[in-house]
């Protein structure tokens, strides 16, 4: 014997399963939402470790060719020309930005002494690498990241 009975879910128990839905997408948006800041602070860290190793492989073969005039000298590094003071990369396109070579979406912002995002972040004045040339031969260059708020 058939029993006329439908068999199904009631109205009230789709509601729940759609408030529950929607209880768990709000707490887990947030921890979504903030991965491409972290992903951005990250490749910032990452550029900054390439600076400073630029920075650092430069010097030592500045010093190898004993070159550490206050400017008007250069070295070569894997085939590209780099413009130096007092034996450190210059601020400048040909100095450091030879140096590091920087692809995708990092790049220098400010003729050689800031690197930020080229694309897709709003406050990237917010988000940058910067480098400061050697002052003499006794003070090296240095590179920092000046603010990670790269949202």
Known sequence: MKSDRQQGFTLIELIMVIVILGILAATALPKFSNMSTNA???????????VNSAITIAHAQALLESKTAASGQTITLEGSTVDL???YP???AAGI???VRLTG?????TAGT???FSS???????????????T???VAATASIVNSNCS
């Open 40 to 50: 951005r602070a990250a490749a910032l860290e990452g550029a900054l470790g390439a």
């Open 85 to 87: 003071v007092y034996g």
């Open 90 to 92: 210059a601020a400048t």
């Open 97 to 99: 930005g030879s140096a």
């Open 105 to 109: 979406d990092l790049a220098f912002t």
């Open 114 to 116: 800031k690197i930020g």
């Open 120 to 134: 897709g972040v709003t406050t990237a004045a917010t988000c940058e690498i910067t480098y400061t040339a050697a």
């Open 136 to 138: 003499s031969a006794s």
